[in-house]
């Protein structure tokens, strides 16, 4: 069984541009889930997805941060504009509909704005 | 709110000792999942062992075994005949298994340093 996938794995931006990051979850999983881990922290819920609707997005910074997951499948996450503050790594997990004790994690995203 | 703690920033144990990793919790729920996660310079969080709340039995999965202190809010990991491989941060986790949503709530975490 093929894992969650990310890409890219590392991306360097300046402070103000804009990325995108992309996620894969495992065939079948219904509930996909967005993390931002910051340097010495433990990750931190940025946005969950039921299918293709949003269950708890209640710390993702709305201003400048988005997600979808079309078609209950894939999902994006984009920052827009980008600030030094985001420099993290973005992990993407997810789990089988109503076994959330199961989530199983990508290898991340390391993003560093300068 | 959920908070998780992990009072040990760093750990060290030699190779094939044994070591407790520490984590206590606030919650004011009765249903919930506590977990152990690894993860390696590789960054990718690895599940290392999983407990019910409802469960009195502590959890094993080889040589990992935790320590489940409901009362005292407390759930310690220990590793047995450590090796080189298990080296990585270590983050202790919860989720409130009777909420509308399923978020971790991670420890701040423990790097484990294995000296062979």
């Known amino acids: 069984e093929a894992g969650v996938a990310q890409s890219p794995r590392y991306k360097i931006i300046e402070k103000r541009q804009s990325v995108a990051f992309w996620c894969n979850p495992i065939s079948g999983h219904a509930t996909l889930y967005w993390y931002q881990q910051i340097l010495g922290q433990g990750p931190k819920l940025l946005i969950q997805?039921?299918?293709?609707?949003?269950?708890?997005d209640s710390q993702l910074p709305k201003d400048r941060f988005s997600a979808e997951r079309l078609k209950g499948v894939d999902s994006t996450l984009k920052i827009q504009p980008a600030k030094l503050e985001d420099s993290a790594v973005y992990l993407c997990?997810?789990?089988?509909?109503?076994?959330?004790?199961?989530?199983?994690f990508g290898p991340g995203t390391r993003l560093t704005v300068t | 709110a959920q908070t998780v703690t992990q009072s040990q920033p760093e750990m060290s144990v030699q190779e094939a000792e044994t070591v407790t990793l520490s984590c206590t919790y606030d919650t004011s729920e009765s249903d919930y999942y506590l977990f152990w996660y690894k993860q390696p310079p590789s960054r990718q969080m690895i599940l290392v062992i999983r407990q019910e709340a409802y469960k009195q039995q502590n959890a094993t999965e080889n040589r990992f075994s935790v320590n489940f202190q409901k009362a005292a809010k407390s759930f310690s990991l220990k590793i047995s005949d450590s090796q080189l491989g298990d080296a990585a941060m270590y983050f202790c986790a919860y989720i409130n298994s009777g909420g509308s949503n399923y978020k971790l709530t991670f420890g701040k975490g423990t790097l484990l340093t294995v000296n062979p």
């Open positions: 997990a997810s789990s089988p509909l109503l076994k959330f004790s199961e989530q199983y």
């Open positions: 997805f039921q299918n293709n609707g949003v269950v708890d």
